[in-house]
């Protein structure tokens, strides 16, 4: 990596990734977390 | 007789009812000649020569952009200024789906509909200044520039606009009786929020984040590391202020379709939005100042240009701030309708200074617009409020379809 | 020799010990990017310029570039100082010599092709490329004419062709980048200078020469050689004998590199992105149960008032 520019185009395009997956698992993630419960005291 | 008629509708008459309102296509074309349509007529007859010309003969034909000044009106005005005041569909959303201010819930639709038609028109404003148009879907599929914030703006833009697209649906899907579409649709309308909401911090943001390439060329008194944190908090604002706005003249030349319920307590929500943008202009104004501040540039106030961001700072951030107080102590509506005006007029004035006032400030070959970059502008303006109107006159917007009722 | 386990386990531990701690890779979080090593360089020395305009026509001619409306052999465009444009990749200026009887100074100016290029941070296709040899080259087959690209270059070096409906490029120097790659090849302006104002070589050793030149004729140049660290240096190289302000040259610009200018808010964006979500799902969830709480109590409420 000799460049500023060449490391951050590698890691930018890593983290949008990163971001963009996070994003799709948070919907599944909170999908599980907030199923209802029979119960009353849900949040 | 008549509902075995009414029962079975034919395609046609189907169609006449949804685009002409129930008119014939005569008594339709007759009751298009108005005064408003006149006007938006003429400028049609000057912008769309002008369109054809610019596509045709290049930018040079109807521009006055140069190698040194490479953007102008129609990225000043038509994207930097159409961005910030279509925020209000995000800013609304936000607050009723998600912070649960469920009695702005009439004012929801109007807002997403001026979000979803402003960026719509940003877009096509976007495209009259690309210098190749058609490759505008390049840096969603062809070739990734992930270092460029230019790139976050035309991600976040196109993801954005079918953000506000999804949350406009179930107006759409009521207006054509598509019943099951809708119910699927308003189950979307909280993740569709939630990614509008995060998609608009970034985009608002990002399209001030384009200035932190140019140190040399934005004035220091506008230049700073902050400005993006800036261009998001008058967005919010311009958007807010936007909503009240554009509630104002919908009421009026509207005023048929909403109930007498929804007139009553219009003046009440007004009121709450105005305090909603007072909170924010005066974070704004605080955030401006410590702008200033981290370059130390207090000297630079007393320049030309210095007095020019004491007018933009003062007249069009504190005193409509301290307008929206005024109104929201005094529960006047009114006075509320005429501070949106002078905040949407600030936010305009912001966005002008950075893209090209400040901009290229000290340089010989300074830029201005030609009367041609004016035309196109202030066409598009036109064909969106055209735009507005026509679905506003057939879709429940600033009202509840009556089917739908028991669900609001 | 038999070795038992014990001994094996340790010669196995101090291996493995050793292995770990004399690891190539030292983990430091600061960075450094020393460029491509063996870039080409350009060093002009605007004391040996004359103002012929050679490699204003060489450039010309090897890009094909449309024949100029005023002659290269008119003297009288320097009466006012012109810019590169879509049709001239490099431009010479004249400025008045402060010293009275002296030569006035001519300066070629063109992209200076830096190290970390303003203009391919810019690019939101990815358009321009720093090469290894040094040239900074745009793909016109990608660009979308959003001219970011001329808003973010501190030297405001691209040009475009706005008078172009259908095919309108960026245009700026290339570095004369299908030359420089030949071997011996040297950039046609290089090339056509008769007085060899302009030398071709690896960009480590043109700094070396620039300096050289500096000590080896104290009091004729100014002690700067401009290129070599604005914006995080460039690969052209300038010396002049008077102050490069006076010669049109830009001496604020500061050596921060210029993607360094954005990177603070593009980090700041997966971080926007994986932080909202929880906070805006959570004040929907917050919100939510407020409505819950408050029907139950009012549910509550009618109960105890019906039952009393």
Redesign the interface.
Known sequence: ?????????LT??I??L???C??AV??AF?RFL?KKKRS?DS? | MTEQMAQKPTFRSWLQEKLFLGKTTSEYLKGLVTPFNIIAGLILAVGIPVTVIRFTQGLASVTNLSDTNPWGLWIGVDVLCGVALAAGGFAIGTAVYLFGLKDYHSVVRPAVLTGFLGYFFVVVGLCFDLGRPWRLPYPMFVSYGVTSVMFLVGWHVALYLSCQFVEFCPAISEWLGWRNLRKWLVRLTVGATVFGAILSTLHQSALGALFLLAPGKLHPLWYSPFIPVFFFISAIVAGLSMVIFEGMLSHRIFSNQIDHHHHATFDRLTVGLGKAAAVGLFSYFCLKWIGVAHGNHWDLLNTPLGHWFLVEVFIFVLLPCFLYVWGVQRESAGIVRFTAILTVIGIILNRVNVSMVAFNWDVVDRYSPRWTEFVVTITIITVGLLTFRWIVNRMPVLYTHPDYKEEY | MTINRRDFLKKAGIATGGGLLASPMPAQAFEYFPGWPERFGALIDTTLCIGCRSCEAACNEVNNLPPPKVSFEDKSVFEKIRRPDAQSFTVVNRFPNPDPGGRPIYVKRQCMHCNEPACASACLVSAFKKTPEAAVIYNQDLCIGCRYCMIACPFSIPAYEYDNAFTPKVRKCTFCYDRITKPGGLPACAEACPVEAITFGKRSELTKLAWERITANPGKYVDHVYGEHEVGGGSWLYLAAVPFDHLGFKTDLGTTPYPTFTRGFLGAVPLVLAIWPAFLVGSYAFSRRRERVAKTEDTNQQEEEASS
């Not at chain 1, 990596?1 to 185009?9: A, C, G, Q, R, S």
């Open positions: 990596m000799f460049t500023l520019h060449d490391f951050m185009h930018k395009g983290e949008y990163l971001a963009v996070f994003l948070f919907i909170w907030d009353k949040i």
